[in-house]
Nanobody, 125 residues
Framework: QVQLVESGGGLVQAGGSLRLSCAASGQTFSTHAMGWFRQAPGKERTFVAAISGNGIITNYADSVKGRFTISRDNAKNTVSLQMNSLKPEDTAVYYC??????????????????WGQGTQVTVSS
């Protein structure tokens, strides 16, 4: 069982930056692929980024590539999402997710077994 708790959301102007963090419980964190997803009002939850268990391989949605960076610290059981050059269309609730099978290349919600409660990111124009 893995428990995930996100933090770091907030309100920011377009062009600004935010850093999201996700703290994970569990002793096998380093074997899990970790992902970030987001859900805007009235829309489906969509993939943002993922990272392999050892932190070497990353995977990004085209809409955030070059602006967002996912990273992890296995010693601290945390995964982060640095978001730069934010746009109003980035406004959503952001969720941290874990896949104990380590499939960093997966981009669908049903591939991830564990989810955080979400953190709101609002980008004003």
């Amino acid at each position: 069982q893995v428990q995930l708790v996100e933090s770091g959301g907030g309100l920011v102007q377009a062009g600004g930056s935010l850093r999201l963090s996700c703290a994970a419980s569990g002793q096998t964190f380093s074997t899990h692929a970790m992902g970030w997803f987001r859900q805007a009002p009235g829309k489906e939850r969509t993939f943002v980024a993922a990272i392999s268990g050892n932190g070497i391989i990353t995977n990004y949605a085209d809409s955030v590539k070059g602006r967002f960076t996912i990273s992890r610290d296995n010693a601290k059981n945390t995964v982060s999402l640095q978001m730069n050059s934010l746009k109003p269309e980035d406004t959503a609730v952001y969720y941290c997710a874990a896949d104990p099978n380590g499939r960093w290349y997966k981009r669908t919600t049903y591939d991830y077994n564990y989810w955080g409660q979400g953190t709101q990111v609002t980008v004003s124009s």
